[in-house]
């Protein structure tokens, strides 16, 4: 489900990162770090984000 929240920092050239170069599909590099309303921080790709 999709949770409301608001954009605080912006992680750009992480796009250019090859998760695969690391040898392990845990922990990879995202763009975005969001602040959920609930008070969770994440970390999103822009396909991963939706506009209000």
């Not at 605080?8 to 845990?26: H, L, P, Q, S, T």
């Amino acid at each position: 489900p999709l949770e409301a929240g608001e954009i605080v920092d912006e992680f750009g050239g992480v796009e250019k990162i090859d998760n695969a170069k690391y040898g392990r599909d845990w922990a990879v590099s995202k763009r975005w770090a969001v602040a959920l309303d609930a008070g969770t921080l994440v970390f999103r790709d822009d396909a991963e984000l939706e506009a209000e």
